[in-house]
């Protein structure tokens, strides 16, 4: 039966975040930035990728593993200060948000990893 939509076929997931959430998909993400007053640049969405294989690899993600670690994977660039130039309402925070994912208690606290 070609042509016919199997009702019971996963998703296809986009290769380049292969951990996103199933209901998931760039336009999401661009939606949020976008009603957030941002434009997604090739750093935006490095951030998604690693948010999403965070959570992908773990089941109770911990803020401060993933702040630690994000600031460990943007280091070169200055770190966890870089990612919040990237996102002023929280590299975790917003980034989960942009991400399809609930971000860990205490990233939607604004005093966490401040810079300011």
């Given at each position: 039966m070609s042509g016919i939509?199997?009702?019971n076929?996963?998703?296809?997931?986009?290769p380049d975040f292969p951990q996103a959430p199933v209901d998931w998909n760039r336009s999401v993400a661009e939606e949020a930035a976008q009603h957030d007053g941002l434009e997604l640049t090739a750093d935006h969405w490095r951030t998604i990728q690693a948010l999403q294989d965070y959570f992908g690899r773990h089941d109770h993600?911990?803020?401060?593993e993933l702040h630690d670690a994000?600031?460990?994977?943007?280091h070169a660039q200055?770190?966890?200060?870089?990612l919040y130039g990237l996102f002023p309402g929280g590299p975790v925070a917003q980034g989960c948000r942009f991400a399809g994912l609930t971000a860990?208690?205490?990233a939607v606290d604004k005093s966490f990893g401040s810079v300011q």
């Open positions: 939509l199997n009702p076929a996963i998703p296809a997931t986009d993600p911990n803020v401060r994000l600031d460990e994977s943007f200055g770190g966890i200060k870089y860990p208690s205490g």
